[in-house]
């Protein structure tokens, strides 16, 4: 309905008040009954934020030595005819098998919405070794192979109303995927917003886009590489990132933002570091943290528990399993071994897509990982992405969306 409304005064809104809600249900009963068969907001929502989506692999590009970056486009004969647009810094939660067992993994889109726009993303893998998932990706994914996945997700993106004109963005390692999406998606845009990129790596060797980046470079963007493993042919700085040498590099962090992505080790060096310029927590932003690589090592997490093995008494619809679980590894990991396949997403405490029942038993969680509502503390709901058991666990888990 569409009718128009005119301000008159007062009493002449209140008496066309009336006579409009006379006009909408003469209109309401003189309708067809018949219901629509497509609502127009429902389809363009469905596009934007699909529930999955079917990719393959139409090209893979090989960045470094242990790097790869996989093309990926629609996979029509599967039901997916466009891809969703995603704002720069996103990522796609994939479904992958390995060796029978689904699980889910997090890889940001390197690729820009208007390559998007255009039937492709791009997501760019590092090798881990002895890694549970990227040896086998890097041995199965090929040229034609299909993958399942979510809509792009994640809120590590760049947003006006709260950061500043000028980000510095400080990566390490992969974590310059979403950073190289977000300049050169503000380069197409035209945004008027700057980077300043101090980029870690071990040695020459070791940058990713190394190329593309250094044809930003040309274009004005500030890229500054620091190298912990240098070589005798580097020729820039040397160590670690510092508060310092961030100073440095910018021209200072006044009126900037600071933008984190990298390895979880340069995370816990960096967050005393940033605490160091004294910025608004507001102005630091940083990529989601993942699962971590060593749990012995985090704040309060109980000794020796990582060498242990419990169990873990599953309630799954009408099923009730019990799977050994390790305490140096997630509870969604466990499962995951086990063969279950429980919804996840963000892998790091904040989505609350893997949010369980914790019927019996001891955990430890994160807390950077820790987003539940404090409901959810107290009435025993925990997500397994980001928490580890410390004895035998009883839960109720649900079903796979």
């Known amino acids: 309905m569409s009718e128009k409304i005119v301000v008159k005064s007062k009493l002449g809104d209140l008496l066309a008040f009336v006579g409009l809600i006379r006009l909408r249900r003469k209109k309401i009963k003189s309708a067809s009954p018949e219901r629509p068969k497509e609502e127009f907001l429902n389809t363009v929502v469905r596009e934007m934020h699909p529930d999955r989506m079917f990719l393959k692999i139409s090209e893979i590009v090989q960045e470094t030595n242990s790097t790869r970056t996989f093309v990926l486009v629609p996979d029509a004969g599967r039901g997916t005819e466009k891809l969703a647009t995603f704002r720069a810094g996103q990522y796609l939660n994939l479904r992958i098998d390995i060796d029978g067992t689904e699980v889910s993994r997090n890889y940001s889109l390197s690729s820009t919405p208007a390559e998007a726009a255009a039937g492709t993303y791009r997501i760019t893998v590092r090798l881990k070794e002895g890694g549970f998932v990227t040896p086998r990706i890097f041995e199965n994914w090929k040229t034609g192979t299909t993958l399942e996945s979510s809509g792009p997700v994640g809120n590590f993106v760049y947003e006006g109303l709260r950061d500043k004109r000028h980000v510095i963005a400080v990566v390490g390692g992969c974590g310059i995927t979403p950073i190289y999406s977000m300049v050169r998606d503000s380069l197409d845009r035209k945004d008027g917003v700057s980077f300043t990129v101090i980029y870690g790596v071990r040695n020459s060797d070791d940058i990713i886009f190394a190329d593309s980046l250094e044809e930003l470079s040309r274009n004005g963007v500030a890229i500054?590489?620091?190298?912990?493993?240098?070589?005798?042919?580097?020729?820039?700085?040397?160590?670690?990132?510092?508060?310092?040498?961030?100073?440095?590099?910018?021209?200072?962090?006044?009126?900037r933002s600071i933008f984190l992505c990298g390895p979880q080790a340069m995370y816990r060096f960096l967050d005393g570091e940033i605490g160091k310029l004294n910025l608004p927590r507001r102005l630091v932003r940083r990529e989601l943290f993942g699962e971590a690589d060593d749990p012995a090592g985090l704040?309060?997490?109980?000794?020796?528990?990582?060498?242990?093995?419990?169990?873990?008494?599953?309630?799954?619809?009408?099923e009730v399993l019990e799977v050994p679980a390790s305490g140096g590894e997630t509870v969604l990991v466990s499962l995951e071994r086990a063969g279950l396949a429980p919804p996840s997403r963000c892998r790091s405490g904040e989505c609350g897509w893997c949010r369980s029942k914790l019927i019996s038993g001891d955990v430890f969680v994160r807390k950077?990982?820790?987003?539940?509502?404090?409901?959810?503390?107290?009435?025993?709901?925990?997500?397994?992405?980001?928490?580890?058991?410390?004895?035998?666990?009883?839960?109720?888990?649900?079903?796979a969306r």
């Open 224 to 255: 500054h590489y620091v190298a912990s493993e240098p070589d005798e042919n580097w020729k820039g700085p040397k160590g670690f990132i510092t508060a310092g040498l961030i100073r440095e590099l910018s021209g200072g962090v006044e009126d």
């Open 299 to 318: 704040d309060g997490f109980p000794a020796g528990n990582a060498s242990r093995t419990y169990t873990l008494k599953v309630h799954m619809a009408d």
């Open 368 to 399: 950077e990982n820790d987003g539940r509502r404090i409901a959810d503390r107290k009435f025993g709901w925990f997500h397994p992405c980001s928490t580890y058991p410390v004895s035998d666990l009883e839960m109720r888990l649900p079903r």
